[in-house]
């Protein structure tokens, strides 16, 4: 696998010289890296098929399937609320999310301008006041 090679050869030249290795024999997909796939969360089945309440964290591609055992046990993947840009956010993330951008990307977006009513702030489509 390709993810695997490159995480190993970036573990591989982040160490000194004859160090012993960073993490001996691990599964590259439980490494801390976020810049590199998601990371999703799992839970443990029991006999009956029902969770346990025991997750674990992996990084995965978004394009591969589903885990359905670890480490012989097994998992179902725990949906997650998405990471959404917002108050708190850093700057980068929030000007992914701008009137603009999300114009150009073929999205509609709609701002509360008073009680029960919201106003079209980006994009075409759609009407361009609402009111509840």
């Given at each position: 696998?390709?993810?695997?090679?490159?995480?190993?050869?970036?573990?591989?030249?982040?160490?000194?010289?004859?160090?012993?290795?960073?993490?001996?024999?691990?599964?590259?997909r439980t490494l801390p890296l976020s810049f590199a796939m998601p990371i999703y969360v799992y839970?443990?089945?029991?006999?009956?098929?029902?969770?346990?309440?025991?997750?674990?964290?992996?990084?995965?591609?978004?394009?591969?399937?589903?885990?359905?055992?670890?480490?012989?046990?097994?998992?179902?993947?725990?949906?997650?609320?998405?990471?959404?840009?917002?108050?708190?956010?850093?700057?980068?993330?929030?000007?992914?999310?701008?009137?603009?951008?999300?114009?150009?990307?073929?999205?509609?977006?709609?701002?509360?301008?008073?009680?029960?009513?919201?106003?079209?702030?980006?994009?075409?489509?759609g009407p361009k006041k609402l009111n509840h």
């Amino acid at each position: 696998m390709k993810v695997k090679t490159a995480i190993r050869q970036i573990l591989s030249e982040a160490r000194p010289k004859g160090a012993p290795p960073l993490i001996p024999e691990a599964d590259p997909r439980t490494l801390p890296l976020s810049f590199a796939m998601p990371i999703y969360v799992y839970e443990y089945l029991d006999d009956k098929g029902q969770g346990t309440g025991e997750c674990f964290e992996i990084v995965q591609s978004m394009s591969e399937d589903a885990l359905t055992e670890h480490e012989g046990r097994p998992v179902h993947r725990v949906p997650q609320a998405p990471n959404i840009a917002g108050k708190w956010s850093d700057m980068k993330a929030k000007s992914n999310l701008s009137n603009e951008n999300l114009e150009r990307l073929g999205f509609t977006k709609y701002q509360r301008t008073g009680d029960g009513e919201m106003t079209r702030v980006a994009g075409k489509q759609g009407p361009k006041k609402l009111n509840h």
